[in-house]
Structures are given as C-alpha cells and as structure tokens.
DNA sequence: TTTTTCTCCGCAAAGCTTTGCGAAAACCTT
DNA sequence: AAGGTTTTCGCAAAGCTTTGCGGAGAAAAA
C-alpha cells in the first residue's frame, strides 16, 4: 500500500504551528523568523517531507508531463531518441510519458486522447507510417497545446519540428556510390506519404542528376517498413533484367532485410551489389560486412526536440521553427567495391 | 500554455447546479434524477469533460505511475521488456515512469529518490550492473511500497520476482556444442555478483558436468558489459595457447563483440570457432553467420512482472512470488559445424 | 389537515499547497 | 504613556473531485 506521505500539515501539528509557517519556513520566506525557519526545516529534513506534486500540480494547472508518442519503441532509433528527449526533459523537472502507434493511425489518435485525458501539457511526436489525417493534432493547435514533430512530418501541419537532412545525405551516398563504379543504383523507399520519403527521394533523383545518371523508375520500389515487405522488394529489384550494381534502403530495417536477401541468393557484397543503409552504429558494425551508413544523429534529435517543446511551452505559441539536423556519411566496407 | 481544462464546476455554473449534483450525475447516481442526469451527460459530453487526473489522485492518494528502473534504455532487450510492462500497465489504467540507471548504482538510488518524489505507486526494476548495496531498495520495502524485479535480482532481498531460466539455457547450449563436436566450449560472463552471470555459470558447469567434459578455468572469463571490454575477453580466449572450439556469451553485447573479434583474427565461423548468445530473434538473422542463441521471453518478461506488480499492489505485501520463465534454444549456423 | 416518507439536490470536508490579507504582539518614538 | 512600526504568524480561498449528511419540497398515508 504504502505509508501516506508526510505533508506540511504532519509538520504543522508536530511543532504547534499553522500550514502557511511551515509552508513559508520551507521557501524562506522574510515574514518567518530564523529561529521558526530553523526549526521547520529541520523537522522537514528529519521526516523527509517532499512537496505533493499532485497539489501543486492542481494549483498551478501544470502536471510536469511531456507526451511522446513513437512509430515504435523497440528500435535502437527511436529508444535513443527518447533518450535525448528524457534528458532535457529531466532537466526542466518534467518527465515523459512514452506511447507507442505501432505504425497505426488509429492508435495514434487513441494515443492523443489519453495523453489529453492525463493532462499532459504537450506533445512531442514522430507521425506513425499510416497517418495521413490530421484532425487529432489541429485540434491540439487549436487549444494552444504545445506540439512538436520530430523526423516525420507533416507538410499540411506548421508546427516546430526538428528534422534530419535525409535529402544531402542520399545524394552523398548516391555520389559515393558512383564514386566507387556504380551505375545502376536502386533505392528502397519507405511508404510515399511520408515526408523522409519524398526528402531521400528528392536526394537520390539530385544524386543520379548530379553524377549524370538516368533515372531508371524500375529501380525505385516502395515497400512499408516490416522487414517481410521490405526483402520483397529486394527480390523485386533482383528479378529484373537489368539488375543494380548498388541498393540503398531507407532504413535499419529496409537495409539489413536487403542484406540478408542479397546474400541468401548468392551475390556478393559489394563486389556484386553495393549496400548502404540508415541506421546507427552498433548494428553497422555487427553485420557482415560491416555497412556504409550515414549516422543519424538520434539522441541529439531528441535533445533538440524536446527544446523546441521548451521554447514553445514557454513563449506561448512559438514561431514554428524548424531544425535541420546534418547527417553524415559513414563509410565501410559494404560499399566499396574490391576490383 | 493550454486551455484551461473543463472542470465539474464548469458544467454545474452552466446548468445552475451544484458540483455534488453533477457529479453524481455523471455516474449514473440514483440520487439524481433522470431528466438531470441526461441533461448533465448531455453537456460533460458537449464539453467534452474528462475528470482531472490530479484531483483524483490527490483524493485518492494514488497516482496510477509506476516507476520503471532499466540499466539501460537504448537496447532492444529492455525496450521489448518495457513494452510488456506498459501494455498490462495501460490495461489497469495506470501508466509507466522509465528511468534508465545507465549500469550505474548512484544514478540508480538518484532514480529511486525522483520516482519517489513523484509518487509513484511502487517500483519494476532491473537491477544495475553495478549494484552491490541494497539500502535503497530495502527503505521502500520497509515502508511497503510495492517494489518487483526482474532479470536481474539481489540475493539479499526477498522480493517478487520474474526471471528467465538462465541456467537450464546455458545447459542446453553447452550440450548442444558438444553435440556437434566441441570439446573446449569457453564462457565469457558478466560481473560475477550478477545473480545471471551465477546462475549461467552454474548451468555452465552443469552441462560441462553432464558431457563428461573437464571444466578448464581458463575458458571462464568475466567481462563488464561494454562492447570493448567483451572484445577484450574474447582476445584473452583467443590468445590461449589451447584455444577453445566453442564460445558462448552472455548476453547480446558480449556476443556480438566476441563474433567481430574472432572473425577479425581470421577464424571460420562455425568452423574454426562455434558461437552462441543470449539475445533476440532480430539481431540473430542480421548478423553473419546466423546467431545460434536462446530466445529471451522479453516481452513475456515484462508483462509477467507487471502483474507481480499489481498482485503486490492489490493484495498489500504479497507473498514474494518468484516467476521462472523458460528459455528455449534456437540453433542457427554460428554453431553448427559443416565438417 | 397533519404527519410520514420519499425524491432530489446542496453543503462541506478532505486531500495538499501557495499566497494575499488581516491581526496580534512586540518594539520604538515622542 | 500613547500612538505608530515592525515582526511574526494564521485565516481562508483557490485548484478539482468525491461522498456522508442534512434539508427542502412533494407525494403519500393517516
């Protein structure tokens, strides 16, 4: 069950004294006496009293709580960027409280509701690969609850929002592609509505301009980000004629489902295919071979997150301000072709 | 900033009612009368009124949070644990506070201390690698505020508990090495006052035990769990003048880090050197070769401990039951030699 | 008509904190 | 000694909800 707390009325009865003493003791108050304040306190530190934040939350309307909701939680990606948010956080004496949308319209907007029911003062959030209706969230605008995207975004939605330079860094990796003797490269996009989509594809179709490629739209395939969906694209892509001499996924997943594909049927990487992907470090490393990457910049993401929410929770409804992250290229062996 | 949320009061100034009145309305009170009650319904719905939470809980003394402690957030291990916290946590309306003790015991008793500050109802934690004092965790038992553990648990302190069959598994790899023809099957582990590190090596020996091998004390080495530290561990093995045929290591890291590094001196994979971890299904098929490992109920974990959790919370100081969970075997390439 | 019995609703307290304002006591000034 | 200041503290309200109890009015019984 666990023993109720000591309140400041506990400590009032003890020393004989009204709330508003020990309330002002305890804040140093000029109107109490040292002596009085002296003794309060130590009574206070003695029992351990801390501040009911429920109290103060009702009296200042505030809860200290931040909404985040994630496409997933079980992704190195998304768990360290709610690092980064859960840092700053701290930092403000606010904590978080994490949903996940499984990828789900419907349970993002279920999400919100809760969120709202709990009294969370705002909302810091990576849209779900389905969401394609906004009404949940300009309904927030609408009463003024701070909301911040991060990653994925809406174009219909002006709202603050702290986002990766996916286009450069396609473009960075289909030069490098080419670079290294590629000229047929294939890139595995996530679903067409979302907006990292469009950016890497906006990057890849600069790259191919850029290194004078044609652009072959057999060589571009969607898929949904399960890794089922997403090594039927490869297979896709290794049905045809003219095959590629290089594969860039989208994602953790798109990449290391092409990886396993491509070798399940017998090419070499990179000698055959060339692979690259979006992922972070530890796994880079972990496969075989190690894969070229560009290094998403997840906990710095949510650090900066959770400073737009900070901005906007305390200038009211902030100028909608975008942060473009940089990312770079990391580059290894998968990617660089022996002969 | 927010709209102010709507409040009973709201709905009662509006309707020319007291507070009491619509409240009871709300919960279909005999009290009220019929023609109210819907009229009141009516206008919570209207006005889209949701109690406030703070209210409630101050009331109620209760908070509905509870306090999560993981070692570590940013792994898919301990996300998928919390996941199943969450989603038994959700279904009793209550929601999950994480805090992560990054593998360390002061960040791990700060946690406790903001947690309870908070007022969280009761704790689910993973105890930190370094965790070797318990007076922070026996001050909540004192004061019986529910507190569970899983994975990870002090000898010392009788609490409820969900663990997973360490040792069964670790017997079942050792047999499944010697199955395929390894003789000299090394184990590197984690800090020896872990309860898992103890009861692999028991499992550990015992298998050794039933296969007639000798146990080499040199084969047994202990690392931290930092990816630099088990490549290290994996050197030592590697440096032995009788070489093991076979590793097994504890948990992801350490056995990602020992593939890098064997594969890194030129050692064939199952060939030269079988492998196998503890770790989960998606990690195992990325990497090269496939990663012979037990299957970690993780998300079983987490869903088991949340409801030793809501046993303890229901039924004041519960008996301190402890969960067994069992560990199957999931044989891949890593350990299956061809010749 | 008077008394009894329902029906329907409001008062107020409790849970905890902060803070404006008022008040008692002590001190100082002439 | 009398009026003025200062010091030190308490009252009460607000923030929101639930709930025991009491009360007003109407309907039913006598």
């Known amino acids: 069950m666990g023993k109720r707390h000591i309140s400041l009325k506990d400590l009032a009865q003890e020393l004989g004294v009204s709330i508003s003493t020990v309330s002002r003791a305890l804040k140093n108050h000029p109107d109490i006496s040292p002596e009085m304040t002296k003794k309060i306190k130590a009574l206070a530190e003695e029992r351990n009293y801390t501040p009911n934040p429920l109290a103060m939350g009702l009296l200042r309307q505030q809860t200290k709580m931040i909404g985040v909701i994630v496409p997933d939680i079980n992704t190195h990606f998304y768990s360290s960027i709610i690092s980064g948010i859960e840092k700053v956080a701290k930092e403000h004496g606010y904590f978080i409280v994490i949903t996940s949308s499984n990828e789900s319209l419907e349970k993002e907007i279920e999400s919100v ?24 969230f300009e309904k927030l605008i609408k009463n003024e609850i701070p909301l911040v995207f991060f990653d994925r975004v809406s174009e219909e939605l002006d709202v603050p929002a702290v986002l990766a330079d996916g286009q450069d860094a ?25 907006n990292i989509s469009e950016n890497r594809k906006i990057g890849y179709l600069n790259g191919l301009n850029e290194c004078g490629l044609p652009y072959d739209k057999k060589l571009l395939v969607h898929c949904n980000l399960s890794i089922e969906d997403a090594k039927q694209a490869t297979r896709k892509l290794l049905r045809l004629k003219n095959k590629p001499d290089a594969i860039f996924g989208m994602n953790d997943t798109i990449a290391f489902a092409a990886m396993i594909e491509v070798k399940k049927q017998g090419y070499k990487i990179p000698d055959d295919i060339s692979l690259a992907g979006f992922t972070d470090e530890f796994h880079s490393i972990v496969v075989d071979p190690p894969l070229t990457s560009v290094s998403h910049p997840t906990f710095k993401m949510g650090e900066e997150a959770a400073n737009l929410f900070f901005e906007s929770i305390e200038k009211g409804t902030a100028n909608n301000k ?3 992250l940089p990312i770079d290229l990391v580059v290894r062996e998968s990617s660089v072709k022996k002969n």
């Not at 009294?119 to 394609?132: A, K, P």
């Open 170 to 194: 396609t473009k960075k990796i289909i030069q490098h592609f080419y670079n290294n003797g590629c000229k047929r490269i294939a890139y595995i996009s996530g679903p067409e509505h979302l």
């Open 113 to 136: 509701e809760n969120l709202i029911k709990s009294r969370v003062e705002g909302f810091i959030v990576c849209l779900s690969q389905e969401t394609n209706s906004y009404t949940h």
């Open 322 to 324: 975008k942060i473009m």
